[in-house]
């Protein structure tokens, strides 16, 4: 499995910007889906965003689609979320996930990080 840490969380008023990283060591990076979910509290996770192990393909979520832009570096074993105008509905927690099949279900990662928060105030 592929050991995931996230970083890049705060707080950040309305309107403004936050790029997450996700930095990746052991298993495969190269050749694994990796994606972003979110879970705002007393909510389930949700699937954000997702990038083929080639880059090519890159689903999102119909509420961040414009806004967030998912992309990786196979080089540095990182992928990195840029989060533009943000509002406080994307507010939560953001993990980084791992899977060897493109997905937007939590079930198809089978690694994970330990997520790191993001607070947009209004």
């Known amino acids: 499995q592929v050991q995931l840490v996230e970083s890049g969380g705060g707080l950040v008023q309305a309107g403004g910007s936050l790029r997450l990283s996700c930095a990746a060591s052991?298993?495969?990076?190269?050749?694994?889906?990796m994606s972003w979910f979110r879970q705002a509290p007393g909510k389930e996770r949700e699937f954000v965003a997702a990038i083929s192990w080639g880059g090519g393909w890159t689903p999102y979520t119909d509420s961040v689609k414009g806004r967030f832009t998912i992309s990786r570096d196979n080089a540095e074993n990182t992928v990195y979320l840029q989060m533009n105008s943000l509002k406080p509905e994307d507010t939560g927690v953001y993990y980084c996930a791992a899977g060897p099949h493109m997905s937007t279900k939590w079930a198809g990662y089978d690694s994970w990080g330990q997520g790191t928060q993001v607070t947009v105030s209004s």
């Open positions: 052991g298993g495969t990076f190269s050749r694994s889906t």
